[in-house]
T-cell receptor
Framework: NAGVTQTPKFQVLKTGQSMTLQCAQD?????MSWYRQDPGMGLRLIHY???????DQGEVPNGYNVSRSTTEDFPLRLLSAAPSQTSVYFC??????????FGPGTRLTVL | QQQVKQSPQSLIVQKGGISIINCAYE??????FPWYQQFPGKGPALLIA?????SEKKEGRFTISFNKSAKQFSLHIMDSQPGDSATYFC?????????FGAGTRLTVKP
């Protein structure tokens, strides 16, 4: 099993550009989530999904969109990137309750 | 407003010593309290977790102590080793809405 995979590993965007961060898991987990990690702030939940077709907002959802069309994939979209979105983004998955498995992260810089 | 407060921000311990990291939470609905370990350039990995129906859980050198009435929980690392040097995050969760502490950077000196 590959676990949780994320692409790309690194990305540089200009202000106003859009992009999609990809996340996939092969553990048949119901629950998937996106976090951003900033220095001194831990990880903050952006959006999460408890199953295909179901998504909900986390702590810091503004500026991000998600959809969940399959159990395996949970992409995160930035529609108009801003410098405040410079961060490291982690995707995670788990069964309905319990241990979350994290991907390796995407380091995003918005200029 | 941070729902999970973690201290200290950084911790230096000698090899063989005990590392203690503390967390406090606000929301009494939280029902799952994990600790994650993160090495540079990697994603967090679950170290140990506890649910509020027990006051202590031990796995090898790692112990969680949980005080429901005080809304506090802590991680104790016994016989700390240089390989334990990493950033540790506590978290609290309810219905998959997980909130993390700000993290503690642990350095274990040989």
């Amino acid at each position: 099993n590959a676990g949780v995979t994320q692409t790309p590993k690194f990305q540089v965007l200009k202000t106003g550009q859009s992009m999609t961060l990809q996340c996939a898991q092969d553990m048949n987990h119901e629950y998937m989530s996106w976090y951003r990690q900033d220095p001194g702030m831990g990880l903050r939940l952006i959006h999460y999904s408890v199953g295909a077709g179901i998504t909900d907002q986390g702590e810091v959802p503004n500026g991000y969109n998600v959809s969940r069309s399959t159990t395996e994939d949970f992409p995160l979209r930035l529609l108009s990137a801003a410098p405040s979105q410079t961060s490291v983004y982690f995707c995670a998955s788990s069964y309905r309750t319990g241990e979350q498995f994290f991907g390796p992260g995407t380091r995003l810089t918005v200029l | 407003q941070q729902q999970v407060k973690q201290s200290p921000q950084s911790l230096i311990v000698q090899k063989g010593g005990i590392s203690i990291i503390n967390c406090a939470y606000e929301n009494t609905a939280f029902d799952y309290f994990p600790w994650y370990q993160q090495f540079p350039g990697k994603g967090p990995a679950l170290l140990i977790a506890i649910r509020p129906d027990v006051s202590e859980k031990k796995e090898g050198r790692f112990t969680i102590s949980f005080n429901k009435s005080a809304k506090q929980f802590s991680l104790h690392i016994m016989d700390s080793q240089p390989g334990d040097s990493a950033t540790y995050f506590c978290a609290a969760s309810h219905n998959n809405d997980m909130r993390f502490g700000a993290g503690t950077r642990l350095t274990v000196k040989p």
